[in-house]
């Protein structure tokens, strides 16, 4: 049904962006890379700021350049505004901003905390998730630290709250028409995902067993939802560690099933390439190593791609042969479906680099030296 697939697949790795700053060229962390809805730019986070670059350029464009923090922009899906985190002196905020900095506006009237900024297909609403209800009133008993989740319409019509179950709701993900959202919530004790149509109505649970079920991501074709879950493995001895694998299931919850089955290896992120033919997402290896206050050690991540056909065979994208196990994370696809950006720290500093597909198979250029891949 499924299989894994070594590092004979093909895959095109070169590195972004490097950023000159000061007398000479110093080198600071990327992150956060998100595509322009022409595939010509990336936007991203670094030093406390938001930075446009175009795909082919060595610099890159400060548009936000504030002394508040700035971060995880996410780019509209018509291209015309960027939505990004700040934390200021007036608090966190979400703001939006234009691809050269010219045009600013603040979208959140109430300092909180914020989380998972998505953009809905129209470009006209932002989903997120928000501990809000607790910087309301300090009143508002046990919802302080709640996480809701919410719609804000960016022409200023004000705001939806969704859910009010004084829980942690998070992980917004749109249907491809923009009527519907699915998020995961601990409502009722462990972890489920659920939907409800953007005007609040129509709450349905989707998932509903023991084991926490996480991160839900829509398939642009409307048809599946991808997701993540603790589930226990198959055709494995008892005693091999639970972990993290892949699900998919149809929109309206029924025909659950794996898509991974791999020991000691947690899969989270999942993300669709724009014509639902592929997932990308994280694998993060289980050490099963504890310190001396039971701390369980990080195992190296990596990125995976996975063709949605029968089989659902997948490849490594990346391979870590350092001692950073966050070398690399993060993967966003561009508006074409055969190239992905994603955060890559070698040489000890993260930056943005792409991987570009190739057909349907995948050939692997080392990231790790200078040469660029053609």
């Keep these: 049904m499924f299989g894994w697939k070594s590092l004979s697949f093909s895959l095109m790795i070169s590195g972004l962006f490097t950023l000159s700053c000061g007398s000479g060229d110093v080198l600071f962390s ?30 890159s464009i400060n548009i936000t350049n504030s002394e508040d923090s700035d971060f995880e922009p996410v780019w509209a899906p018509n291209g015309s505004l960027i939505a990004y985190q700040t934390h200021g002196q007036y ?77 942690i709701a998070t992980n ?25 149509s953007i005007d609040g109505t129509g709450l349905k649970q989707l998932t509903d067993n023991t084991w926490p079920d996480l991160s839900p991501s829509w398939s642009p074709d409307g048809s599946q939802i991808a997701f993540v879950s603790s589930r226990p493995k198959t055709d494995f001895q008892t005693d091999v560690t639970t972990g993290l694998d892949l699900y998919l299931m149809q929109e309206d919850g029924t025909r659950q099933f794996a898509i991974t089955n791999v020991p000691y290896i947690n899969f989270t992120n999942p993300s669709w390439s724009p014509d639902s033919k592929f997932l990308v997402f994280d694998g993060r290896y289980s050490t099963g190593v504890f310190d001396q206050h039971g ?70 250029c080392k990231i790790y030296e200078e040469e660029t891949c053609r």
Excluded: C
């Design 30 to 59: 990327e992150s956060h890379p998100s595509w322009s809805s022409d595939g010509q730019n990336i936007s991203f986070s670094s030093r406390g700021d938001i930075y446009v670059s175009g795909i082919d350029m060595f610099d």
């Design 91 to 167: 608090g966190p905020e979400i703001n939006l901003i234009s691809q050269d900095g010219l045009t600013k506006t603040n979208l959140s009237s109430i300092p909180a905390e914020y989380y998972g900024l998505v953009w809905s297909p129209s470009s006209d609403m932002l989903a997120f998730s928000s501990d809000r209800a607790g910087w309301k009133s300090e009143l508002a008993q046990g919802a302080l630290g709640a996480m809701e989740i919410y719609v804000s319409f960016i022409d200023g019509k004000g705001d939806i709250q969704l859910t009010f179950d004084n829980a």
């Design 172 to 196: 917004p993900t749109w249907s491809p028409d923009g009527s519907r959202v699915a998020f995961q919530s601990n409502k009722d004790g462990d972890f489920e995902i659920y939907q409800i």
């Design 295 to 364: 701390i369980g050690m990080k195992g190296i991540n990596e990125i995976y791609v996975m063709g949605m056909y029968d089989q659902y065979e997948y490849w490594r994208v990346t391979e870590n042969k350092t001692n950073n196990p966050d070398l690399h994370g993060g993967p966003v696809w561009a508006p074409d479906s055969k190239t992905i950006a994603f955060h890559s720290g070698k040489s000890g500093i993260t930056q943005i680099n792409t991987a570009q597909i190739i057909g349907e198979q995948y050939e692997i």
